[in-house]
């Protein structure tokens, strides 16, 4: 088995009255697939997301770890 860090950071600028937002999405995932010989085919792990300012709504922020679970198929 092997780990499998991915995920993102979007950095989206003020616009007309919506103030700047920044979304991030790192993701730590466990290919499951050598296990049966499908490599790649089915990951489990975790997920953090986090955004500043959602929508442009200043003050909204959303901060949430989640299971995932990733099914190539």
Do not use: H
């Not at 989206?12 to 993701?27: D, F, K, N, S």
């Not at 500043?52 to 299971?67: D, H, L, W, Y």
Request: charged share 20%.
């Amino acid at each position: 088995m092997r780990l499998c860090p991915r995920g993102f950071v979007d950095v989206i600028g003020r616009e007309g009255e919506r103030e700047a937002q920044l979304l991030a999405q790192p993701q730590v995932l466990v290919d499951l697939g050598p296990l049966w010989g499908n490599e790649g085919q089915v990951m489990l792990g975790i997920e953090y997301q986090y955004w500043r300012n959602k929508f442009g709504i200043a003050g909204v922020t959303e901060s949430a770890p989640q299971a995932m679970v990733l099914w190539r198929f």
